[in-house]
Every structure is written in structure tokens, then in C-alpha cells.
């Protein structure tokens, strides 16, 4: 992946009741969770096997006093968050958090796009390049879906901001356009012609139905009837799906206990 291209890097958890969180997601996902150790910092990091894949922690109470509500957060990995936080803000986006430091970790910010879709900028300390996990491992993420306050408007934006590429685009008749896309431009390898990284992900307008745009994020499982029965045995709520998508694979998007949105997939029912 060239240097400049922008992944998702990170995912977090910010809920009313991290505990209850916690138990959840780890029989529903099959997570290990685990005290990160922070210093002066109640965080939970959740781990799929090996690779540590998410954190979640308490919504701090100004944040809910705000407006803000349970929500899981995507983490953007840029070159300088400053320097990016600066371009958002002037593309339209939002800081809610301005660049800070995370004692032996890296930088961040918390932002949103213009239309209020929010997720994290993040540039790790330069300890260790950033390696994913292999394609489809259990209890990652899989697929990153926006709905977007309007599609084009927002492909402009986020294009602009990471390098993101176009790929397949999907009609889907009166809902509109699935635009999907990857992480980075064409680029060229040693061995190969350009070539462009692949497909993470769409956006879509959002339905009228939908109060806000948000980015949602699909966790790799192994079943998705046995995975939806998870979720309602744990509390949460499956409010689509099972749905089968183009290429086989099934889906159930869902909220947990506290009302947070995430989504599972899998290659069978």
C-alpha cells in the first residue's frame, strides 16, 4: 500500500456501559476483551485471536449532555492529523476533538464529514507499520458502509481528504447509487502494471428514514443465522437482514444493548 494511502486503521466503542458492552460483543463476535493498562484511562481493548482490532471505552458525560449517543468510530490513518484536521475544517467537516496525543500510541482528532458522519483521524507513533489481518479473519471488519447526507457531495469530500478511489458502483433504483470504493489511487508495484488497492467499502445517499449520516461497520463472522440469534440472546436488535448480498455473502446490520449500530457478515447463512 503506497505511504499516503488513508486505511481504516482502528475501530472504537463509545457506549454508556462499557461492561455490559464488553460481555456482549465478545459472545456475540467472539472477541477477547482485555484492560488495556492506560495509565489514568479505563480503555478495553478487543482482540480477534491475535490481532487486536477494536477498543471501547465510556461516552464521556459532556458528550452525552451534547447530543452524543453509543457509537462505534472508525480511525483514518493520515500523515499528520493536524495538518489534516486543518483541511477538513476548511472542506466543510467538523472537529469535535482537536489533535491530542495518546501517550505511546499516536495523535488523533475526532471529526466528522459536512454532513455529520463522524469517525476519528489517527497517525500512530511510528513504532510499527501498520499491518491488517488477512482478508476475511473472524472478528474483523470486513465492509464499511456510509450513508451519506448526499453522495456525491460526500465521494467529493472524502475523495479529497484520503485519496480514495472509485470502483464498482451498484444502481439500486429508487434508493439511488451504491458507489464503492477502495483505499488509495492507481499505483504501480514492482511487478505489476497500476493497480488499485481493493474495494473496502460504499456509500450511498441515505434514505429518508435514516435521521443522520453515519458510517456503519460490518464484523466478519462465521454464520449469520447463529450470529443474529447472538444478538437477540444478548439484548441487542436486528433491524435488517438476513440479507444476502452480491458475491454470497449474508449480512444483518443491528443495534447493541445501548442503541449502538454496528453489522455483521458472513459467507453462509
Not at 482528532?109 to 459536512?114: H, N, T
Not at 461497520?217 to 441487542?236: L, S
Request: glycine letters at 14%; hydrophobic letters at 40%; charged letters at 15%.
Amino acid at each position: 500500500m503506497p505511504a499516503s494511502a488513508s486505511p481504516f486503521v482502528w475501530y472504537e466503542l463509545m457506549t454508556t456501559d462499557p461492561a455490559a458492552a464488553a460481555a456482549f460483543y465478545t459472545k456475540v463476535i467472539g472477541w477477547q476483551a482485555a484492560d488495556s493498562g492506560m495509565p489514568g484511562m479505563d480503555y478495553t481493548l478487543l482482540s480477534a485471536g491475535p490481532h487486536q482490532v477494536a477498543g471501547l471505552m465510556a461516552l464521556p458525560p459532556e458528550s452525552g449532555a451534547g447530543g452524543a449517543r453509543p457509537a462505534w468510530l472508525g480511525y483514518v490513518s493520515v500523515d499528520d492529523v493536524d495538518a489534516k484536521a486543518a483541511e477538513l475544517t476548511k472542506a466543510g467537516g467538523v472537529l469535535h476533538h482537536p489533535p491530542a496525543d495518546i501517550p505511546g500510541i499516536g495523535r488523533f482528532a475526532a471529526v466528522s464529514d459536512p454532513h455529520g458522519a463522524a469517525f476519528c483521524l489517527f497517525k500512530d507513533n511510528g513504532m510499527g507499520e501498520y499491518k491488517p489481518p488477512a482478508p476475511d479473519t473472524l472478528g474483523t471488519v470486513g465492509w464499511h458502509e456510509l450513508m451519506a447526507g448526499e453522495l456525491d457531495a460526500a465521494w467529493d469530500f472524502y475523495s479529497r481528504m484520503f485519496g480514495w478511489t472509485r470502483t464498482e458502483a451498484m444502481d439500486m433504483g429508487p434508493m439511488g447509487t451504491y458507489q464503492m470504493f477502495a483505499v488509495g489511487g492507481p499505483h504501480t508495484g514492482p511487478n505489476t502494471g497500476p493497480t488499485i488497492g481493493p474495494t473496502i467499502g460504499a456509500m450511498m445517499t441515505k434514505p429518508p428514514e435514516v435521521p443522520k449520516a453515519s458510517w456503519l461497520y460490518y464484523w466478519h463472522v462465521a454464520a449469520i443465522d447463529a450470529a443474529a440469534g447472538r444478538v437477540k440472546a444478548g439484548g441487542g436488535q436486528v433491524m435488517n437482514g438476513p440479507m444476502e448480498v452480491p458475491g454470497g455473502q449474508w449480512i444483518v446490520q443491528c443495534s447493541d444493548q445501548q442503541g449502538a449500530m454496528f453489522a455483521l457478515v458472513a459467507p453462509k447463512r
